[in-house]
């Protein structure tokens, strides 16, 4: 037979775990043999075992634990194990004794009894399991019992007679025996409660009748499984049959049966009936509880423990070293073994915390602290004990409990580590933050703080109210409405301006803060109060003014008018934001004020619309303006309308232009005068030749009258056609926008200066690209813009002093010449995908007076010289053919204007 030693559960002889098997209550570790004989740690449920035998051999427990594996093969154990064995297989327990020697070599004897487990599972009948059978152990007595002293035998039957009568009487356990054919022939009185009926009615019962009687699982137990008929039958021994005797009332009567069979003729079984009713419930209750507790234990993550002081010895709950990551075995149950998981660090603290308990300092033992998991990881541990000491005062042991922790300390962790970056955050906030208590006084403040109020050690409220104002002061009326407070504070010492937010707050014991936020707002507060100045100098302005403005939103509404809007349409109500449809008067079949608003609102260019509306001290003309306004993300939401009464504008501007084309037509009469001269010239030559040859001859020739007479015609055609452009120029007959030869309308205008200029000893040249394209103008206006530009380089020229050593520098444009004393340079060409025309000359120039030539009335010529009208109506004639004109300096030091036009395809 091999050693144990050497032996696993599994190479154990049959005789070794059938024996082991009986004695554990409860499941065992695959190497519990190990554990035995390494680890010298007793498995949990072979504790109760090794208490019976260790006294007994006077070993210690694992010792005696390594005997009874090493005998159970021994000659007197393996037969008493192998009729256990046979009689287990068909369903029954008997008892059996097993010997083991104790230290000494003198034998021990051992009575085993067993019986199925109620709470089996589906292995209940296997031989071999633990948890099938239910076993009791108990060490019969060493010596042989003495035989009766007396020689008297008669006397001694007597007196076992009696003693066995009143045993059979006050005994608390009911006894029946029955005859040969199992008929009751005796009961004590104690069956009489345990059936419910009397012992006359017991008796002459057999135990063949139909008794109402159960399994421990509650169903029906058959008449050959009761123990009564089974000993009767087999002529053997039955002992803790446990059954249900179902009673009349329905009530069970749980009881241990133990049979055997009577050795004289006539008797057949003595039965001995244990009540275990009382007993089973509380086994039952107790399982419950225990349930209830382990299910408890193991959701809460709490480890059950006790301390035996004296020996170090520790009963550790296997929840315990789950809870580090071991399992039942690999932690040894002693203090020197445990201890060794508590992290370094916290020994001693556990240590001084016991010390004080062990002296009475504290009604328990209680500390936090750390252990080690299996894996190195940290678990967070909260110890609860109490000693119970001797009567001297000494502590003898110590219960108690480990909480698993470790989330709520790394929740504490987390939420540590959130407060210090908060209080990082509110140190580095440009703001003042601070918690104040109900009594005034400050629990936080932050850097901003302490610099702003000079590490101030009152909240703000104490330095902007008085004494007598104090409670009413905002902050503190947060205590009692636990809601937000703002408001402002004006710091008297530095005139700083702090919008303060006062929140409800808790401190970590649940006391109430209130967390004051200040920002400081003086800066934005002096740009409010400079806005509403400023919007107060503005509204005063447009209130002023003599025109009318209109703030139309995105679904064109007017939300806004000043007085002179709402003096001029004074029949609409504004209050009830009208549509801008109602400022003008609608067109027929179309909404043109909603639509003029709805382009101005999609597009980002300025419109500009001018309407004849009907008021009502008559019609005026409106100029109306609608300038869109842009919002925060660059699209336009709304605009601005601003409506001009323009009808004497208008008024005035016609008489002016009437005034500027008598002023053109003086420019022009003396170039006109040339150009009529010459045909009138001929005219003359052709009527005296007429009149003459009339006077000398009686007889003309037909033919030589009509060619003279045609001669006079075509004169006179060419004066009409003189006469004929320069109406069109003055009146500005002119059909739109259309295909326009630019050199050709150039050279049609100089043709009524050209007299003028050479009259003036100014020099013309020319630089025309051929093949230019037409380019989209209005060709009356394009004659009027060159003559303007050129009269304009003409009088500029008249008043220029050539004497300034200026004139004659450079090359001339156009030939490798030098430079005349006075000329005027004009030139096209493409540019890009423009057509370019250019007037320069060699001038005075403008004297960087350049961003003022357009206005109107603007003049650089002498008083009473000039209206300042010519170069405005300029700019609008080239704006009109959606072209530009701008003014600078010429290479020469004079005038230079550049017109770029669109090409017209």
Request: include cysteine; glycine fraction near 6%.
């Amino acid at each position: 037979m091999s050693t144990p030693s050497s032996m696993s559960p599994h190479t154990l002889s049959w005789f070794a775990r059938f024996l082991i098997a009986d004695l554990a209550d409860g499941p065992l570790p695959n190497d519990w043999i190990d554990q035995i004989r390494k680890v010298h740690s007793v498995p949990e449920s072979l504790g109760y075992a090794a208490s019976i035998i260790a006294p007994a051999l006077r070993l210690d427990h694992q010792s005696s634990l390594e005997r009874l594996v090493s005998r159970a093969e021994a000659v007197e154990n393996a037969a008493a194990l192998t009729a256990a064995r046979e009689e287990r297989c068909r369903g029954r327990h008997v008892p059996y004794r097993i010997v083991i020697e104790d230290c000494d070599g003198q034998p021990c004897f051992f009575m085993i009894h067993t019986r199925p487990s109620r709470h089996a599972g589906p292995t209940q009948d296997d031989p071999f399991d633990p948890e099938a059978n239910i076993a009791v152990i108990e060490p019969l007595p060493q010596k042989p019992v003495p035989t009766d002293p007396t020689g008297d035998v008669y006397e001694h039957l007597i007196a076992m007679r009696e003693k066995h009568r009143v045993l059979y009487e006050i005994l608390p356990i009911g006894v029946t025996i029955t005859d040969d054919k199992g008929t009751i022939i005796e009961v004590n009185a104690v069956c009489e409660r345990l059936f419910g009926m009397p012992s006359d009615t017991l008796v002459g019962k057999s135990i063949h009748d139909d008794w109402q009687v159960i399994r421990p699982d509650g169903s029906p137990l058959p008449d050959e499984d009761y123990a009564c008929v089974r000993v009767l039958h087999n002529k053997e021994t039955l002992l803790g049959q446990e059954i249900g005797f179902v009673r009349e009332n329905g009530a069970v009567t749980w009881m241990s049966l133990f049979a055997a069979p009577i050795p004289l003729e006539g008797y057949g079984v003595a039965v001995i009936y244990v009540d275990v009713t009382r007993s089973r419930t509380t086994e039952r209750n107790l399982r419950k509880r225990e349930q209830r507790y382990r299910m408890a234990v193991e959701a809460g993550h709490i480890g059950v423990w006790e301390w035996d002081i004296a020996t170090g010895d520790m009963y550790l709950d296997v929840n315990l070293k789950h809870m580090l990551g071991y399992k039942e075995w690999e932690i040894e149950s002693h203090i020197s073994d445990w201890s060794q998981h508590v992290h370094p660090d916290d020994r001693e603290f556990i240590r001084d915390k016991l010390y004080a308990h062990f002296a009475g300092d504290t009604p328990f033992f209680d500390a936090e602290h750390r252990m080690i998991h299996k894996n190195g990881s940290v678990v967070w541990m909260l110890t609860r004990g109490i000693a119970t000491f001797d009567a001297d005062g000494k502590p003898v042991s110590v219960t108690g409990t480990n909480l698993d922790i470790t989330d709520r300390k790394l929740a504490e962790e987390a939420v540590e580590v959130e407060r210090r970056r908060l209080f990082s955050l509110l140190e580095r906030l440009p703001a003042f933050v601070c918690l104040i208590a109900p009594d005034k006084t400050l629990r936080f403040k932050n850097r901003y703080f302490a610099e702003q109020f000079h590490d101030a050690d009152a909240p703000p409220c104490i330095m902007a109210y008085p004494e007598s104002r104090l409670l009413s002061c905002p902050t503190f009326e947060v205590f009692d409405t636990r809601s937000l407070a703002v408001w402002e504070w004006t710091y008297k010492e530095t005139g700083q301006i702090f919008q303060i937010f006062d929140y409800p707050f808790e401190d970590v014991d649940g006391s109430p803060l209130v967390l004051e936020l200040g920002i400081d707002v003086t800066v934005s507060r002096r740009a409010l109060d400079a806005l509403q100045a400023s919007e107060q100098r503005y509204r005063s302005i447009t209130d002023n003014l003599a025109m009318g403005i209109a703030m139309v939103d995105s679904d064109f509404r007017v939300v806004a008018a000043n007085p002179k809007l709402r003096e001029w349409f004074s029949h609409i109500d504004f209050n009830s934001f009208p549509s801008c449809r109602s400022l003008l008067p609608p067109c027929e079949g179309e909404d043109t004020t909603d639509r003029t608003c709805r382009c101005s609102l999609e597009s980002v260019a300025q419109s500009e619309i001018l309407e004849e509306v009907t008021l009502a001290h008559g019609t005026r003309a409106m100029r109306f303006n609608f300038c869109p306004i842009r919002h925060g993300g660059g699209e336009i939401g709304s605009l601005i309308l601003m409506i001009d009464d323009v009808t004497d504008r208008l008024r005035d501007q016609a008489r002016l232009q009437r005034a500027q084309k008598l002023e053109a037509m003086g420019t022009l009469a003396g170039g006109i005068a040339h150009e009529i001269n010459q045909p009138l010239n001929a005219l003359r030559l052709y009527v005296s030749s007429l009149d003459m040859l009339v006077r000398q001859n009686e007889h003309v020739d037909r033919s030589f009258v009509e060619k003279r007479l045609g001669l006079i015609l075509k004169e006179c055609d060419k004066i009409n056609e003189i006469i004929v452009h320069m109406r069109s120029l003055v009146r500005q007959e002119t059909r739109g926008l259309s295909r326009v030869d630019l050199n050709q309308a150039l050279e049609s205008a100089l043709s009524l200066v050209t007299a003028q200029l050479k009259s003036h000893d100014i020099v013309l040249s020319l630089d025309l690209e051929e093949n230019l394209p037409a380019v989209h103008a209005n060709p009356v206006q394009v004659e009027q813009v060159v003559i303007n530009l050129v009269v304009n380089a003409m009088n500029a020229l008249d008043d220029h002093d050539v004497h300034n050593g200026k004139i004659g520098a450079g090359i001339y444009p156009c030939a490798d010449v030098e430079l005349p004393e006075k000329f005027v340079y004009i030139r096209t060409h493409r540019e890009a995908d423009l057509i370019v025309l250019s007037v320069q000359d060699n001038g005075p120039g403008f004297a960087g007076m350049e961003d003022r030539l357009f206005d109107p009335f603007f003049t650089t010529k002498d008083p009473g010289k000039g209206m300042g009208l010519g170069l405005s109506i300029v700019h609008t004639m080239v704006r009109s053919w959606d072209a530009e004109i701008c003014a600078g300096q010429s290479q020469w030091g004079g005038a230079a204007f550049t017109v770029r036009m669109r090409p017209s395809y």
